[in-house]
């Protein structure tokens, strides 16, 4: 079964915009996690966060987490169009789980 | 990039035929991960392997079966191949000791199954 969530779906944006993607998931975790997947490749790593970390930032992208809530936001600021890609969270499932479980994606257009 | 080569990256079969896709990694990580893609259900986890001779089921394991005789490699194995098990199939490893932290990915093997 699914952990994670994504929403939206899809999204599309002009470039220059900020692209905001939410995850909500449904048991405790120790870590969250995002990833970019470019049409017809592998998936690669975008940031992971913490269960003890509120907020995250890696050049363009910043992550929050609110695990009161069980829900986590990445944020694409000054969006390009190389920026388009689906994304994913992924999250570890707390509990020793040895595999990380993860939703279905958010298929982002950044039109130029 | 962690070396991670899957192969064959097309196959098309018929149903009821054997399938064997292979994952080969020259990082020397731990744990390796099988996982499925479909449109709408994102990525779910087949098998996983973490050692040699070490592995356990995932979220969809029916119908598929896994080996691990060697660090760098990571078979996955469709005994009588069903239509339903088109799709794209990933590896991904982990080097770190936490197996739940950065995971890295192969280009994917697409599956069509006639």
């Known amino acids: 079964s699914q952990q994670g969530e994504e929403d939206p779906q899809a999204l599309s944006i002009q470039e220059g915009e900020n692209a905001t993607m939410n995850c909500s998931y449904k048991?405790?975790?120790?870590?969250l996690q995002w990833y970019r997947q470019n049409s017809g490749r592998g998936l690669v790593h975008l940031i992971l966060?913490?269960?003890?970390?509120r907020e995250k930032h890696s050049g363009r992208l910043r992550v929050t987490l609110d695990t009161s809530k069980k829900s986590s936001s990445l944020l694409i600021t000054a969006s390009r169009a190389a920026d388009t890609a689906s994304y994913f969270c992924?999250?570890?499932?707390?509990?020793?789980?040895?595999?990380?479980?993860f939703g279905k994606g958010t298929k982002l257009t950044v039109n130029p | 990039d962690a070396g991670i080569t899957q192969s064959p990256r097309h196959k098309v079969t018929e149903t009821g035929t054997p399938v064997t896709l292979r994952c080969h990694q020259t990082?020397?990580?731990?744990?390796m991960y099988w996982y499925r893609q479909d449109p709408g259900h994102g990525l779910r986890l087949i098998h996983y392997?973490?050692?040699?001779?070490?592995?356990d089921k995932g979220e969809v394991s029916d119908g598929y079966s896994v080996s691990r005789s060697k660090t760098e490699d990571f078979l996955l194995t469709l005994e009588s191949a069903t239509s339903s098990q088109t799709s794209v199939y990933f590896c991904?490893?982990?080097?770190?000791?936490?197996?739940?932290?950065?995971?890295?990915f192969g280009e994917g093997s697409r599956l069509t199954v006639l």
């Open positions: 966060i913490r269960s003890n970390e």
């Open positions: 990082e020397n990580h731990r744990y």
């Open positions: 992924a999250t570890d499932g707390a509990g020793g789980s040895e595999k990380l479980v």
């Open positions: 991904a490893t982990t080097s770190l000791i936490d197996p739940t932290g950065e995971l890295f």
């Open positions: 048991t405790s975790i120790n870590n």
């Open positions: 392997s973490y050692g040699v001779k070490d592995t």
